[in-house]
């Protein structure tokens, strides 16, 4: 659910709607509804200067999770475009902001970094 959705947006089973047209960050974009087979769906804010998903919207249990990302920076030899913010919105409060300022790909990562620690899943709820 979420960004990822975007992924599969043209694979069977998945629907495509085309929302108003609006603003993010005071740049004109498209939006579009994303609804998967099981009838879930995100909002895609996509820019219509250079086709950047620069929002997103979905439910969570804990309410109307957005995202919204700006400042995209690349690197020479790369075709990866990155976000340098990321600002998270839950029911329309900030919750949260993420700032990049490199990247790197194709590095091994351990697994421990995708080990939830006892308790913490609980606490994060």
Do not use: C
Request: aromatic share 12%; no cysteine; proline share 7%.
């Amino acid at each position: 659910m979420g960004f990822g959705m975007i992924r599969f947006a043209l694979s069977p089973g998945y629907s495509l709607t085309r929302l108003a047209d609006d603003k993010v960050d005071n740049e004109p974009v498209r939006m579009i509804r994303v609804t998967d087979p099981s009838g879930e769906s995100a909002v895609f804010s996509i820019r219509k200067a250079d086709y950047r998903v620069v929002r997103v919207a979905f439910p969570t249990p804990r309410g109307l999770h957005e995202r919204i990302f700006s400042e995209f920076f690349t690197k020479p030899g790369t075709t990866w475009v990155q976000p340098g913010r990321v600002r998270s919105f839950i029911n329309g409060e900030k919750e949260a902001e993420f700032i990049w300022t490199d990247y790197r790909i194709g590095i091994p990562l351990k697994d421990e970094l995708f080990v939830i620690a006892p308790g913490q899943y609980a606490a994060a709820k």
